[in-house]
C-alpha cells in the first residue's frame, strides 16, 4: 500500500478521521463517498476467469494460515495500521509486499492481512491485495478477473487545514473521504491540501467464506468483511 503524500502526515489525517467512524448502511455509505472513490466495473465472464480466481482464493487460503495467530503476522513484520484508532477491521501490512505487488502479482505475498478484533486478540478474516495507481484495468483483470472482483481505489482527498479538522465529520463535512469538495479547485480554494488518489488499487479477499459473494464481498456485514464503508480502511469512513 503506497501512500501517495506524506505517510506520516496522512496517518495522522486518516486517524483523527477515524476516531469518530461509526457502522452505516451500504447505501448511506456509497452516497457519502460519491466523488471519492473508483470501483472497476464487472466484466462478462470469461471462459477460464472461475478457475482462475478460484486459485487466487486458493493461495489466499494458504498464505493466511500460518497467521491465525495474529503475533506470528507482527513477528514476520506484518505491522497494524493504526491500530489504536478503533476499527471494525484491521489492516495487518507488510510494506515490504506492497512495494513487490506494484510490479508483479503474488497471491501468495497479500499485501495485508485483515483480522477482526476480538476482546482477546484478532480473528483473522482475510486478505488485501494492491496495485500502483496508474495500473491498467486490463492488468488488474489479469491479476484477478473482472468478472468476479471489483478492485477500487480511493480518489478526490482534501486534506483540511489545520485549524479545521472537526469538518472531515458530519453530514456537512467538507473535507476527506466523505467531504463535499471533490475538486482541486475547490479544495484549495477552501484552504486545504489536494491529493487525487491517496492510495492505490486494492482488493479484499475473504477466502474462508463459501460462498462466492462473500469471498469477493464490497458490502458490509457484521462478520469483519468491511468494504465500502471503510471503516476497514482507517480513516476513510468521514462519519
Not at 485483515?114 to 482475510?126: I, N, P, T
Not at 489479469?142 to 486534506?159: D, Y
Request: hydrophobic residues 40%; glycine residues 8%; aromatic residues 10%.
Amino acid at each position: 500500500m503506497k501512500l501517495l503524500m506524506g505517510g506520516s502526515a496522512l496517518m495522522a489525517v486518516l486517524a483523527v478521521a477515524s476516531m469518530s467512524a461509526v457502522k452505516a448502511a451500504e447505501s448511506d455509505t456509497m452516497a457519502s463517498m460519491a466523488g471519492h472513490m473508483v470501483m472497476t466495473d464487472l466484466r462478462p465472464a470469461g471462459g477460464n476467469d472461475a478457475a482462475k480466481a478460484r486459485a487466487v482464493v486458493e493461495r489466499a487460503r494458504a498464505a493466511m494460515e500460518p497467521y491465525k495467530d495474529y503475533r506470528k503476522a507482527l513477528a514476520n513484520g506484518y505491522q497494524i495500521f493504526l491500530p489504536n484508532v478503533p476499527q471494525p477491521q484491521y489492516h495487518f501490512t507488510k510494506y515490504e509486499y506492497g512495494l513487490e505487488a506494484r510490479e508483479h502479482f503474488d497471491p501468495d505475498k497479500p499485501t495485508s492481512l485483515l483480522y477482526k478484533k476480538l476482546s482477546d486478540g484478532y480473528q483473522l478474516v482475510g486478505v488485501m491485495y494492491t496495485d500502483r495507481v496508474d495500473a491498467s484495468v486490463d492488468e488488474l483483470n489479469e491479476r484477478i478477473p473482472l468478472s468476479v472482483a471489483r478492485w477500487h481505489q480511493h480518489t478526490n482527498f482534501c486534506k483540511a487545514p489545520t485549524d479545521r479538522k472537526a469538518e472531515y465529520f458530519g453530514p456537512e463535512a467538507k473535507f476527506g473521504l466523505r467531504g463535499s469538495i471533490t475538486t482541486k479547485a475547490a479544495c484549495e480554494a477552501d484552504g486545504g491540501e489536494f491529493h487525487p488518489h491517496i492510495f492505490g488499487w486494492m482488493v479484499h479477499v475473504y477466502p474462508y467464506e463459501s460462498d462466492p459473494a462473500k469471498i469477493w464481498s464490497i458490502s458490509d456485514d457484521d462478520e469483519g468483511h468491511d468494504n465500502m464503508d471503510h471503516s476497514a480502511m482507517p480513516g476513510m469512513k468521514m462519519p
